[in-house]
């Protein structure tokens, strides 16, 4: 079974429970942080929701510099609906580049830098695993917390929450 095809239905469904998650996310408290160090609620939920682009680079550039002229990130999206447009579209776009995938394209190597500093160097399959499932389960993990601290109804993700049964 090719690689693409064992990912997908991961995909799906992180993908379903991202949106769920980002769903939930309050407009009206938008510089909220749990600690002075942490990513304000807004910036950090367009960062989760910006993260299936990530995948669509990963899957279609031979690698990314991040230091490098004409790297330009999305300006943020002007509202909680433009947020999940732009998540749908992205997925869309992330989902289709997955299922293109063939076998030798998730084995060639990756690599994410700034300039002389690596990040990550590796086969696309472990970039596409790391840099873009763990990370941005990491994220939706953060976001549940901030859910949890504005009063928002924390959804269920891998079984019930204190607030779905």
């Known amino acids: 079974m090719p690689l693409s095809d064992l990912l997908l239905p991961e995909f799906d469904t992180e993908m379903k429970k991202t949106r769920v998650t980002l769903e ?3 407009d009206d408290q938008p510089d909220f942080k749990p600690h002075e160090k942490s990513m ?13 682009s990530f ?11 991040l230091a490098k002229p ?5 300006k943020p999206p002007a509202s909680h609906e433009e947020r999940l ?5 992205m997925v869309a776009e992330a989902r289709a580049r ?9 084995h060639e190597h990756w690599k994410l830098s700034m300039g002389d500093y690596v990040i990550f160097e590796g086969p696309r399959y472990h970039a596409a695993r790391s840099l873009f499932f763990n990370h941005m389960i990491h994220h939706r993990a953060q976001l549940g917390v901030y859910l949890r601290m504005t009063g928002c109804p924390v959804p ?3 079984g019930p929450s204190a607030d779905e049964k």
């Open 70 to 74: 004409g790297v330009e990130f999305p």
């Open 24 to 26: 939930r996310v309050p």
């Open 85 to 89: 447009e732009r998540f749908d579209a």
């Open 156 to 158: 269920s993700i891998y």
């Open 98 to 106: 997955l299922a293109a995938a063939g076998d030798d394209a998730m």
């Open 55 to 65: 995948l669509t680079m990963i899957l279609s550039l031979p690698e990314l510099d």
């Open 40 to 52: 304000a609620l807004r910036k950090l939920a367009n960062h989760t929701g910006e993260m299936p």
